[in-house]
């Protein structure tokens, strides 16, 4: 059984930074792709990055490239999203996610519907 466990949570004002983290268990965690993704009261869940198991892929949706990182230590399980210059509409509860199959590529992974796992989630508050 594969289990997600996000901290990292935090509230920050206009232009601030948050860092979350993301320990996987339950699986091989270097042959999977890692995301995450973001979800506010009232609306669907949304795609924020991903990474390939190998960490030399990366994918982001165009609202946060440039601001967003996400990476990874495949030796502690773990990934990270490193978001700065926050805005106060990226309010939100973030959710680390992870394919059910190690052939889902980091580009696939910007849809709800290829995650096989979810963390509990954690909550970003962006003051303005």
């Known amino acids: 059984q594969v289990q997600l466990v996000e901290t990292g949570e935090g509230s920050v004002q206009t232009g601030g930074s948050v860092r979350l983290s993301c320990v996987a268990s339950?699986?091989?965690?270097?042959?999977?792709?890692m995301g995450w993704f973001r979800q506010t009261p009232g609306k669907e869940r949304e795609f924020v990055a991903a990474?390939?198991?190998?960490?030399?892929?990366?994918f982001y949706a165009n609202s946060v490239k440039g601001r967003f990182t996400i990476s990874r230590d495949n030796a502690l399980n773990t990934v990270y999203l490193q978001m700065d210059s926050l805005k106060p509409e990226e309010t939100a509860v973030y959710y680390c996610?992870?394919?059910?199959?190690?052939?889902?590529?980091?580009?696939?992974?910007?849809?709800?519907?290829?995650?096989?796992?979810w963390g509990q989630g954690t909550q970003v508050t962006v003051s303005s």
């Open positions: 990474i390939s198991g190998s960490s030399n892929r990366a």
């Open positions: 339950g699986h091989t965690f270097s042959l999977y792709t």
């Open positions: 996610a992870a394919p059910r199959s190690p052939s889902t590529l980091s580009q696939e992974m910007n849809v709800p519907s290829r995650v096989g796992y």
